[in-house]
């Protein structure tokens, strides 16, 4: 028998469709589950006072505040690229 051939016995083309539809729809789930997740940016405390210049009192008040989330480890304070950035609110005038 030939490697190449794959032989079906009484399934219909139109079952045989359905069937290969859903198996890449799995596939297709199954590939979000697994793909590696964007790395998010963080940010130390003088990183954000450079970005915003100003000085590093005012990102513990903002912290305080509530304005900017800090994420810590040990000693050390860090913040979201992405919350600081959002943390940006336009001015209505």
Do not use: H, T
């Amino acid at each position: 028998m030939n490697k190449e051939a794959i032989m079906i016995n009484n399934v219909s083309f139109e079952d045989y469709r359905n069937d290969m539809s859903r198996i890449e729809a799995k596939i297709d789930d199954l590939k979000k589950c697994i793909s590696p997740k964007a790395q998010e940016d963080y940010m130390s405390r003088r990183d954000v006072a450079e970005f915003f210049k100003c000085d590093l009192s005012s990102i513990y008040l903002w912290s305080k505040a509530g304005k900017l989330k800090p994420y810590n480890i040990g000693n050390r304070v860090y913040f979201k690229r992405s919350e600081v950035e959002g943390a940006l609110k336009a001015v209505v005038r």
